[in-house]
């Protein structure tokens, strides 16, 4: 099940949204950097949890030491 959000941009960007509006699906765009944007932020925390077993540190505590 899909649920519907709205986006509220100015009124510039929409025009210019709508001059290209044959070529371009705004909603799938949208929907594409809203999916890539979630899988990017959980990156990070996955790789938190990756204990370095020569150091015994996390990955995360070893980027702060760089």
């Known amino acids: 099940m899909s ?3 709205s986006v509220r941009v ?3 960007i ?3 949204m709508d001059k ?3 070529v371009v699906n705004w909603s ?3 929907r594409k ?3 890539k ?5 959980k990156e990070p925390k996955e790789t938190e949890t990756v204990v370095n077993p020569l150091l015994g540190n996390t990955s ?3 980027i702060r030491s760089l």
């Open 60 to 62: 995360k505590e070893v």
């Open 37 to 41: 944007r979630i899988k990017e932020l």
């Open 20 to 22: 290209f509006r044959d």
């Open 28 to 30: 799938e765009e949208i």
């Open 10 to 12: 100015p009124d510039d």
């Open 33 to 35: 950097f809203i999916i």
């Open 3 to 5: 649920k519907i959000i």
């Open 14 to 16: 929409k025009r210019e």
